[in-house]
T-cell receptor
Framework: KAGVTQTPRYLIKTRGQQVTLSCSPI?????VSWYQQTPGQGLQFLFE???????NKGNFPGRFSGRQFSNSRSEMNVSTLELGDSALYLC???????????FGPGTRLTVL | AQTVTQSQPEMSVQEAETVTLSCTYD???????LFWYKQPPSRQMILVIR??????QNATENRFSVNFQKAAKSFSLKISDSQLGDTAMYFC?????????????FGSGTKLNVKP
């Protein structure tokens, strides 16, 4: 089975722009979660989608949004980028037969 | 609220030696799951080991083992015969079942350097 994939792997944007990140979960996994990873804050939970519905959300401003499609692929959007949004964004999928999450390689976002 | 604490931001160990990474958590739940994840410099996070809270026996995966102390809310990871490939960030994670979803909490990570 193919693992979790994320595109693009690297992004450079400027303040005020918006960005969309994509995540394809492991085949058959319906749960997709997004995390922001920074050196000082560790992994911060953004949100989780299951069967196209957001069922859990972290403590991030409304500039961070996401969605999930019928094939379980998920996108995360960040609008009006700020310097502090520079981070590694990780996607993780989970299947019904597992308790653990499986992570993708991440998208490194740099905001200039 | 659940919290996961990793008190060692960075550790070093000589190749072939044993090292223990600490993790404590705070919860009022009785049923939950604990994990150790490894994130090598290439960034792909992979699962190292898992422990179900209802199991008293400590989990073991080859050179990796845990010391799970439920009453003390402690979940340490022991790496035996350390190898250069063990160099990575290690994250401790806690998961509990909510009504309609599973909620994960991660520690801040421990950077492990294995020296030749």
């Amino acid at each position: 089975k193919a693992g979790v994939t994320q595109t693009p792997r690297y992004l450079i944007k400027t303040r005020g722009q918006q960005v969309t990140l994509s995540c394809s979960p492991i085949s058959g996994h319906r749960s997709v979660s997004w995390y922001q990873q920074t050196p000082g804050q560790g992994l911060q939970f953004l949100f989780e989608y299951f069967s196209e519905t957001q069922r859990n959300k972290g403590n991030f401003p409304g500039r961070f949004s996401g969605r999930q499609f019928s094939n379980s692929r998920s996108e995360m959007n960040v609008s009006t980028l700020e310097l502090g949004d520079s981070a590694l964004y990780l996607c993780a999928s989970k299947g019904s037969g597992y308790n653990e999450q499986f992570f993708g390689p991440g998208t490194r976002l740099t905001v200039l | 609220a659940q919290t996961v604490t990793q008190s060692q931001p960075e550790m070093s160990v000589q190749e072939a030696e044993t090292v223990t990474l600490s993790c404590t958590y705070d919860t009022s739940e009785n049923n939950y799951y604990l994990f150790w994840y490894k994130q090598p410099p290439s960034r792909q996070m992979i699962l190292v080991i898992r422990q179900e809270a209802y199991k008293q026996q400590n989990a073991t995966e080859n050179r990796f083992s845990v010391n799970f102390q439920k009453a003390a809310k402690s979940f340490s990871l022991k790496i035996s015969d350390s190898q250069l490939g063990d160099t990575a960030m290690y994250f401790c994670a806690f998961m509990k079942h909510e009504e309609y979803f599973n909620k994960f909490y991660f520690g801040s990570g421990t950077k492990l350097n294995v020296k030749p």
